[in-house]
């Protein structure tokens, strides 16, 4: 047997929960997995997976050598991975797992120019809201939107992660105006149904303050889904606290107003909310993760072009790539930065 392929096999097969698996992530059969797994106990004399159930379960043998065989695997992949990245070119495949709103609107139009500049890269995007497993789904690098929780993994910021609220122009016709937080009680506000309580948090501006208002707020309709509440306030159901890069377009061809200007609007308080490149850690990353991030971070701009009046996608630099001249904003419209979007 070879030792290491087995090791390998043994290893992918307890992340990703079954044989099978591992075999179609290796490009072998099931019974090759099987046999890298038995010669491995007759090789240690003992048992590394409970056979009396369908699902795999570690013996005691099995999590103290997996503990050490994953280490052992890492580490020839970062070596092999040091030694090639060195002179080589990025390719290959690239898994990239993204959120399916933020994905459609600001990285799928990316990637022609992206696969266009490296065309030894191969793309697998996968549009998805839930928080996936990196290391158990093998894929390379995640977009996540929001405050990273406490992980293994390395985060890398790509640009920030602002609200705003906002309302169609028919809806505040005859309505009071909202002059600060509080006038919000008296408003149709459109609920995210995912946050903690119905409360929504004011950071002011000028003068700036560091503890966040708490405004109770009510509407009759709520959505687990922003791209929803996105269509609800077009509709002028009411009052939305949504994320820019959401909201910039519809902002920019006056189909929402922005409140509120002078507050920094939160759905939850706590630690820094950014956009994030976040991938597995290893002593070398890999060219084609590196290329990927840096890629897309140029995209985005410093403001995000979402933030900027009159700028649209494609008018984000990217080095390496020239833009159309007629994508290249040259008025002072397309200078301005979106209310309450100006870096702090």
Same mark, same amino acid.
């Given at each position: 047997?070879?030792?290491?392929?087995?090791?390998?096999?043994?290893?992918?097969?307890?992340?990703?929960?079954?044989?099978s698996r591992a075999a179609a992530e290796e490009g072998v059969k099931v019974s090759t997995v099987s046999r890298y797994?038995?010669?491995?106990?007759?090789? !240690?004399? #003992? %048992?590394?997976?409970?056979?009396?159930? $369908? =699902?795999?379960?570690?013996?005691?043998?099995?999590?103290?050598?997996? /503990?050490?065989?994953?280490?052992?695997?890492?580490?020839?992949?970062?070596?092999?991975?040091?030694?090639?990245?060195?002179?080589?070119?990025?390719?290959?495949?690239?898994?990239?797992?993204i959120p399916g709103a933020f994905g459609r609107r600001h990285v799928v139009p990316h990637l022609r120019d992206f696969l266009a500049a490296y065309p030894d890269i191969q793309v697998d995007a996968t549009l998805t809201d839930e928080t996936v497993n990196l290391i158990a789904s093998g894929a390379d690098v995640a977009v996540r939107i929001g405050a990273l929780a406490d992980s293994t993994l390395v985060a890398r910021?790509?640009?920030?992660?602002?609200?705003? !609220?906002? #309302? %169609?122009?028919?809806?505040?016709?005859? $309505? =009071?105006?909202?002059?600060?937080?509080?006038?919000?009680?008296?408003? /149709?506000?459109?609920?995210?149904?995912?946050?903690?309580?119905?409360v929504w948090y004011f950071l002011a501006h000028d003068p700036p303050t560091t503890e966040p208002l708490e405004v109770p707020v009510r509407g009759r309709l709520r959505a687990n889904d922003s791209e929803a509440l996105l269509d609800a306030v077009l509709a002028s159901l009411g009052?939305?606290?949504?994320?820019?890069?959401?909201?910039?377009e519809?902002?920019?061809?006056?189909?929402?107003?922005?409140?509120?200007?002078?507050?920094?609007?939160?759905?939850a308080p706590g630690p820094q909310r950014a956009i994030w490149?976040?991938?597995?850690?290893?002593?070398?990353?890999?060219?084609?993760?590196?290329?990927?991030?840096?890629?897309?971070?140029?995209?985005?701009?410093?403001?995000?072009?979402?933030?900027?009046?009159?700028?649209?996608?494609?008018?984000?630099?990217?080095?390496?790539?020239?833009r159309p001249a007629s994508t290249v904003a040259t008025t002072e419209a397309a200078k301005q930065v979106l209310p309450g979007c100006a870096p702090r």
């Open positions: 047997m070879d030792y290491f392929a087995g090791m390998r096999a043994f290893v992918r097969a307890v992340e990703l929960g079954s044989f797994v038995t010669a491995l106990e007759a090789d !240690l004399g #003992a %048992a590394l997976f409970n056979r009396s159930t $369908r =699902r795999l379960h570690l013996t005691e043998v099995g999590t103290t050598f997996y /503990d050490r065989a994953v280490r052992i695997v890492a580490e020839v992949a970062d070596a092999r991975l040091a030694a090639t990245s060195l002179n080589v070119r990025p390719q290959g495949l690239l898994r990239i797992n910021r790509l640009a920030p992660q602002r609200r705003l !609220l906002v #309302a %169609a122009p028919a809806y505040l016709a005859d $309505r =009071r105006p909202v002059a600060v937080p509080s006038d919000l009680e008296d408003h /149709d506000c459109l609920l995210f149904a995912l946050q903690p309580k119905q009052i939305a606290l949504l994320p820019t890069w959401l909201t910039g519809a902002i920019m061809a006056g189909r929402l107003t922005p409140l509120l200007p002078d507050w920094e609007a939160l759905i490149g976040v991938y597995p850690p290893k002593k070398v990353v890999s060219p084609k993760v590196r290329t990927f991030l840096s890629f897309i971070e140029a995209r985005f701009g410093k403001p995000p072009y979402w933030d900027h009046a009159g700028n649209p996608p494609e008018a984000a630099a990217t080095p390496g790539l020239s």
